[in-house]
């Protein structure tokens, strides 16, 4: 079965600082894809970033990186230089390839960033 | 940019009363996913669509829901006879999906807002 945990419900960050959001999964699917979407208070769900499980190099766009760690089962979203805009939930989710045809998300993790 | 449309935003009905969630996907997507997320919680997996059949579903899409396609740009989820539960965001996504199936990027729509009183 495919899992998804998310371990921070919050996170404070100040404005203009990095912040990494936790992700972990568990599947024996042979290979799988990573995603991260965000979700302002407007409720909409909005694509981030993408990492392939086979993929050598870490996904990154813009501010977005994913600090992926295959051995340990982790994909961490990294945030660079937080905006005031960056406020609201994000999700990490994951779809392997022997898992039809269905995402599965984790739970959340709301970022709060300070001015 | 392309981007996957819904209507309507926010719907309000009585329990019992059957609804319809319409969504006009990406237009050279052939991949199409309705998701539900219950307020405060996690985006849950409803059902996949391709080719004009459900290829996935999930335990929560029982004989209540159904989805379909009627022309070459909606698609559609009905609850039959909806029940306080339902009450939920429901998302729409759509996927170009690539040959070995795990690349592809879902793109969700701003979600309706599904209230049962």
């Known amino acids: 079965a495919q899992k998804i945990t998310q371990t921070q419900p919050g996170m404070f960050v100040q404005e203009k600082e990095a912040v990494t959001l936790d992700c972990t999964y568990d599947t024996s699917d042979p290979s799988y894809g990573l995603f991260w979407y965000k979700q302002p208070s407007s409720g909409e769900m909005i694509f981030l970033i993408y990492q392939g499980s086979y993929d050598q190099q870490n996904a990154t766009e813009g501010r977005y990186s994913l600090n992926f760690q295959k051995a340990r089962k982790s994909a961490n979203l990294v945030i660079s230089a937080s905006q005031l805009g960056d406020s609201a939930m994000y999700f990490c989710?994951?779809?392997?390839?022997?898992?039809?045809?269905?995402?599965?998300f984790g739970a959340g993790t709301r970022l709060f960033v300070k001015a | 940019e392309p981007e996957v449309t819904q209507t309507p935003s926010h719907q309000v009905t009585q329990m019992g009363q059957e609804v319809i969630l319409r969504c006009v996907p990406i237009s050279n997507h052939l991949y199409f996913y309705w998701y539900r997320q219950i307020l405060g919680q996690k985006v849950e997996f409803l059902v996949s669509f391709y080719n004009n059949e459900i290829s996935e579903k999930s335990e929560i899409f029982d004989d209540q829901f159904s989805v379909e396609r009627p022309d070459g740009s909606n698609f559609t989820l009905k609850i039959r006879s909806t029940k306080l539960e339902d009450s939920a965001m429901y998302f729409c996504a759509s996927s170009d999906r690539d040959l070995e199936g795990v690349t592809d990027t879902q793109y969700f729509g701003p979600g309706t807002r599904l209230t049962v009183l």
């Open positions: 989710a994951m779809k392997g390839s022997a898992g039809g045809f269905k995402t599965i």
